[in-house]
């Protein structure tokens, strides 16, 4: 086969090892062998770097496995040279002889052929964009997760303030839960500190606010309201450095809020998961595929054995599943069109990876274009399927006993 790459090298990456395979052809088409093992700790890896270095090599080849090959690829691509990163589903071992240095001989060869395809690694400073984003909504899960705490607490206290209150973290309810912890059992003086709309509902509100408080109750919700407090302030500073991260690429935030559905947080994540080069994957219908938003495929002898979704970029899916449910409560537009049509067909959980799959195509061609999105308009389908309504109705009506004539509204 073809000699795509004459010096390169496949590395092995575990989490104290990592095992270096060079191949150095030669102009006759030989190869020559060079394997290394190295730690994983800074100075290994730049060793590394350096025996590279001084064997020329311009493109690397690592195979993933978990978050190990972070750090390595984090100081092998200081240097400049091309890295890949192959999933390890893609490697086709010939069975038996199972070695850290048959792995990355095999690397290697493949990368030395050109026969590795690697994987979406964005760059660096998306890479850091990601990292903060991705912790912000494992902070959010968390506060939700104390939230909820805090109500089945209540509950156990016998204070139905929930029932009352559609946020007992808000302004009112925060007041009442600190006057709670100060030693106020009174529930007439409870309810007088509710603000806002709150307070037509103060009978109600009395009658909630009577419960048995207990004295671990108290230490329960002093330090869940602690815990709370304390993520909310994370939540803050770690918004604030997103927001500075992404000033650069205030264009492509403005672009993707066109999305009907996506906002300022989604719009950050979408960002931070695909980047705004979209050159890196070669049409819409690839990123949906990495991005696990579309029908799987997998066929053998001419059946179709399973079209399920693959696993793709959990991150990614989420937040479009989040736009496509935020779409399903509009109305007057194409997408949210297509989510009515599809949930009456097809029930509502395909329709909202339906229409985060149409989503994510939308943000391919925002991104690559660099053209705020054009709505199609809520009458599309009915244009689109204008013969089959026609039909569809005039058989409906002609069922109930009806002669059924179509006159165009010019000629009427």
């Known amino acids: 086969m073809q000699v795509v790459y004459p010096r390169c090298c496949g590395v092995d990456v575990h989490k104290r090892s990592v095992v270096a395979c060079v191949l150095i052809t030669d102009e006759a088409g030989a190869a020559t062998r060079r394997v290394r093992t190295f730690g ?30 972070r750090p390595v690829f984090n100081l092998l691509e200081e240097d400049g040279r091309t890295l890949i990163l192959v999933n390890a589903q893609h490697l086709a071992r010939v069975p038996g002889r ?17 026969l590795l395809r690697p994987s979406f690694i964005p760059p660096a ?136 559905g996506v906002g300022a947080v989604a719009a950050a994540t979408l ?24 029908p799987g495929n997998h066929q053998s002898g001419g059946k179709r054995l399973s079209g399920a979704v693959t ?28 989510y009515q049509r599809l949930a009456r067909r097809r029930g509502k959980h395909k329709a909202i990876l339906a229409v985060a799959h149409s989503v994510l195509v939308i943000v391919y061609h925002v991104l690559r274009d660099r053209q705020p999105y054009r709505d199609l308009g809520a009458q599309y389908f009915e244009r689109l399927d204008a013969a089959r309504i026609e039909r569809h109705h005039i058989h409906r009506l002609e069922q109930l006993g009806y002669i059924v004539t179509l006159s165009p509204r010019q000629a009427a």
Not at 51 to 68: D, I, K, N, Y
């Open 311 to 338: 696993k793709g970029d959990p991150w990614l899916r989420g937040v479009l599943c989040e736009v496509a449910q935020a779409i399903g409560h509009t109305k007057q537009n194409y997408l949210s069109a297509q």
């Open 125 to 260: 400073p998306i890479r850091a964009l990601r990292e903060l984003t991705r912790y912000r909504r494992t902070l959010v899960q968390e506060r939700t997760q104390e939230v909820n705490r805090v109500q089945k607490l209540l509950e156990d206290a016998n204070l139905k303030l929930a029932a009352v209150a559609s946020d007992v973290l808000g302004v009112s309810g925060r007041n009442m839960l600190l006057a709670l912890i100060g030693g106020e059992h009174d529930p007439a003086v409870l309810a007088d500190l509710a603000r806002g709309k709150l307070r037509a509902k103060l009978p109600t509100l009395r009658l909630a606010l009577e419960g048995r408080v207990q004295e671990h109750h108290l230490v329960l919700l002093t330090r869940l309201l602690a815990h709370v407090e304390f993520l909310e302030e994370s939540l803050a500073a770690l918004q604030q450095e997103i927001d500075q991260r992404l000033a650069a690429d205030a264009e492509a935030l403005e672009l993707l809020r066109t999305i009907p």
């Open 40 to 69: 994983t700790m800074t100075a290994d890896l730049l060793a590394l770097s350096d025996w590279l270095r001084q064997c020329g090599v311009t493109h690397v080849a690592m195979e993933s496995t978990g978050v190990f090959w």
């Open 271 to 294: 960002i931070a998961e695909i980047g705004t080069d979209m050159s890196r994957f070669p049409s819409a219908k690839h990123l949906a595929s990495w991005a696990g938003v579309c």
């Open 98 to 114: 199972k070695t850290d240095i048959k792995d990355s001989e095999w690397l290697a060869d493949l990368l030395r052929h050109g």
